[in-house]
């Protein structure tokens, strides 16, 4: 009788355990690639060397670009492909944190911030995780402090600080890490920044599975910076990307759940060259607003210019004298050279942004560049327009939405896709909704809509 009961139990345990491996080979997975800074443009340039990626989009949908929000920067828009919703409702405005010191003090960023004070809505990976699917993101921002990633390598300042224990030690018993110290991390350069990212995403992806894995490529975003989109080292910081998508691809096949993953590749946002600097901050020295002290840093500032490339967030920061300092900010900037438009608090809300009164982190005023000229902080010299040199950024974003140049690459394929089509433009707030999708879930705050023409089974 003993021995029937013991049989009968062994029977029933391994039946439930050949179940549990049943239905865990057919579970859906995602994984959301972004390439930083990868234009739309590069994507159809036939002299981008990326076979891995243009080979994923021949199995699936490409995109002729994927529209994003402003501000066109990187944090933004990351926040935007996981929340399905603009910086109007998530607030992150920039990469970090808008402090404000005081009234006639200078504004600064904080880039050290935990997603709960960046962003001020429900994620997809947060969804998730509260329906109990294993989540992961590498290099992936405001993602600090998230108790909603079982795998956090998260895109701040003191990286392997922040890194989840279990994958640091991991990372460090494979060689992928051979100090866990955020000093020798960062004295690394941006190429093996992403080849550490991405060994770290493979190795999550072969042991834990997860349902939803996020991967941020950053290098190609420097060199695009520093050199330009279309230079030759663009090219080949994008050919090291197309390596790295193909690693993963891989290890989705090594970890057998390649035909049950969805993977996206896409970008925060495009790029454009400059040829030509606008320092606003100059401006508003000469005239007053601002002064700088003994090591030309700003140390009072009634008005001051924080720039994002093509675009210039204008704050006031003395209540007592905004209106007179918002109408000499207005006098000085409307209709100087480089500057296409003085945007005003009443024309936020069409551009998907939040208005100061909602969220106190939100400019009194955004300057829009015109095409060929961009944005510096400084408020160094006596020059309003100056000539991009051999040391300075060729290469930028943070333009309006609008702009074209600012449209991302897009390309999904896998589980549920489509194979082998093009469509035209996708919006960057339907990712969010529709990896809830296909993960069998919703995303009731998103503004963005399910990509239906992408599936196989709307």
Not at 114 to 132: P, W
Not at 135 to 152: G, M, R
Not at 339 to 348: G, K, L, R, T
Not at 426 to 447: F, M, R, S, W, Y
Request: charged letters at 20%; proline letters at 6%.
């Amino acid at each position: 009788m003993i021995i029937r009961k013991t049989l009968f139990i062994l029977t029933v345990g391994l039946s439930l355990l050949i179940a549990g491996l049943c239905r865990g080979a057919d579970e859906p997975h995602v994984v959301l690639i972004t390439i930083d800074g990868f234009p739309a443009y590069m994507f159809w340039d036939p002299k981008t060397p990326i076979p891995r990626i243009r080979e994923l989009a021949a199995e699936g949908v490409a995109s002729e670009g994927l529209r994003i929000c402003n501000p066109t920067v990187t944090w933004p828009n990351h926040t935007t492909l996981v929340t399905g919703v603009s910086a109007a409702k998530h607030w992150v405005l920039f990469n970090g944190v808008l402090l404000r010191a005081g009234p006639g003090l200078p504004v600064k960023i904080d880039d050290k911030c935990d997603k709960a004070e960046l962003v001020s809505v429900n994620t997809i990976f947060d969804v998730l995780h509260e329906h109990g699917y294993r989540t992961a993101a590498i290099d992936w921002p405001c993602t600090l402090k998230s108790d909603a990633l079982e795998d956090n390598f998260p895109d701040v300042p003191d990286h392997l600080l922040h890194t989840t224990p279990r994958l640091r030690q991991e990372l460090m018993a494979e060689g992928i890490l051979t100090n866990e110290t955020d000093a020798s991390f960062e004295a690394l350069g941006g190429t093996q920044h992403d080849e550490i990212w991405t060994k770290a995403a493979c190795l999550v992806l072969q042991r834990r599975k997860p349902h939803l894995l996020l991967l941020h490529l950053l290098n190609t975003d420097g060199v695009h910076h520093r050199y330009g989109p279309q230079s030759p080292p663009s090219y080949r910081a994008l050919g090291l990307a197309d390596g790295f998508v193909g690693q993963v691809l891989d290890a989705l096949k090594a970890a057998g759940i390649r035909q049950n993953t969805t993977v996206f590749v896409t970008a925060d946002h495009g790029f454009a060259r400059a040829t030509n600097i606008l320092q606003p901050n100059v401006l508003l020295r000469q005239h007053g607003l601002l002064e700088l002290g003994t090591n030309n840093q700003i140390t009072k500032a009634r008005a001051q210019v924080v720039p994002e490339g093509g675009s210039g967030m204008v704050y006031l920061t003395n209540p007592e004298t905004r209106a007179a300092d918002r109408q000499k900010a207005l006098e000085l900037f409307s209709g100087k050279e480089g500057i296409a438009e003085v945007i005003q608090p009443n024309q936020y809300a069409a551009l998907g942004l939040p208005s100061p009164k909602e969220n106190p982190a939100m400019a009194d005023l955004v300057l829009a560049a015109r095409d060929g000229y961009a944005f510096s902080g400084s408020a160094e010299g006596d020059e309003f327009v100056v000539p991009v040199g051999p040391y300075v950024n060729r290469g930028y974003h943070g333009y309006l939405a609008s702009n074209s140049n600012m449209n991302a690459a897009f390309i999904v394929a896998g589980r549920g896709i489509k194979r082998g089509i093009k469509i035209g433009f996708a919006e960057n707030v339907d990712l969010a909704p529709t990896i809830a999708h296909l993960l069998g879930q919703k995303l009731a705050q998103a503004d963005g809509k399910v990509l239906k023409k992408v599936l196989l089974s709307p």
